[in-house]
């Protein structure tokens, strides 16, 4: 997998504003968001996409999804949220880098895109 700006966050070689952090995971704010409130949650382990994902990448999705949930309280995300995964380019994924996107604040549309 080639270098993200994920992979430089994660190496705490560029800033961000970091909401949780686990052996696993790393949360943080997205810089551009599209919701009042929009956390990026990406796993530790560099997996290009979603759709790169391996059996044996099970319990790291698993843990993704639960902490998704555990940020969402913990940013006060109480009437609802969106989780939002984008895989490859068609997709909308714009950094080679699995991420989840955990939008909220507002009523969200649906279709969404």
């Known amino acids: 997998m080639s270098e ?15 909401v949780y952090e686990d052996d696993l995971v790393l949360a943080f704010k997205d810089v551009a968001p599209k919701a009042p409130i ?6 530790k382990k560099p997996i290009p996409q979603l759709a790169a994902a391996e059996s044996h990448d ?3 999705m698993g843990h ?8 969402a309280e913990q940013v006060g995300l109480n009437q609802g949220y969106r989780v939002v995964i984008n895989n490859g380019a068609d997709g909308g994924q ?8 955990i939008l909220g604040g507002r009523q969200m549309d649906w279709p969404p895109g």
């Open 4 to 18: 993200t700006i994920f992979s430089k966050i994660i190496r705490r070689e560029i800033p961000a504003d970091i």
């Open 94 to 101: 714009t950094v080679d880098h699995l991420h989840l996107h």
């Open 64 to 71: 993704l999804l639960l902490t998704a949930k555990r940020v």
């Open 58 to 60: 099970h319990a790291l």
């Open 38 to 43: 929009h956390i990026l949650l990406i796993p």
